[in-house]
């Protein structure tokens, strides 16, 4: 028998705030059952399997930026998209590191497809329009843009660039205008 007030979407909720305070990794079900004081068996009459709650925080992370970075590009093109659109995914990484790396998660075809996962590639590729990238280009821009972002954001969130100067913060807004310029610069012709 289910919980009262237990649905699939707060147990997903749950084990997304426990991915952020523990990592993602971490998040078990008996841990997540622990957390909300039910047995583990408790938890299978809203998610299937472990799996299916890390694929639930998963699918509920890349919902959250993509709903960030939407908001942050409205009205926005150019470089002032490319900084907003940079900045929401630092941002929620910071904010929320284990629901990051659930974001990173490989998906199965069909539920990559359904996932927001397409949305940020729209919307980088929209970011993208506000450049001089040929359309044929724009899957290698998209994927460079991506490289970047999840780098930096993997490496500081490490402690990567925590024994050296400069501080982070300049670093990144340096990497950011390189960006900007060698997008405002794309190479033309093939390659």
């Given amino acids: 028998m289910a919980r009262a007030g237990l649905n699939r979407d707060r147990v997903i909720q749950a084990g997304a705030e426990l991915a952020d305070e523990v990592g993602f990794e971490q998040v078990t079900a008996s841990a ?28 509920l992370a890349l919902a959250e930026l993509a709903d960030r970075a939407a908001e942050a590009l409205a009205g926005r093109a150019g470089k002032d998209a490319l900084f907003a659109f940079a900045a929401v995914y630092r941002d929620y990484a910071r904010e929320h590191p284990g629901r990051y790396a659930a974001a990173r998660q490989r998906f199965d075809p069909e539920t990559a497809a359904a996932s927001a996962g397409p949305r940020h590639a729209r919307m980088m590729r929209a970011i993208l329009r506000g450049y001089d990238v040929p359309e044929a280009d724009e899957t290698h821009a998209v994927r460079l843009l991506g490289s970047v972002f999840h780098g930096f954001v993997s490496t500081e969130l490490g402690g990567g660039f925590s024994h050296s100067e400069p501080d982070p913060e300049k670093s990144w807004d340096r990497i950011l205008e390189v960006l900007d310029a060698l997008l405002d610069h794309w190479p033309q012709g093939e390659r």
């Fill in 32 to 59: 997540l059952a622990k957390r909300l004081g039910v047995q583990v068996a408790s938890l299978y009459s809203h998610v299937k399997s472990s799996r299916d709650l890390k694929t639930g925080i998963a699918l």
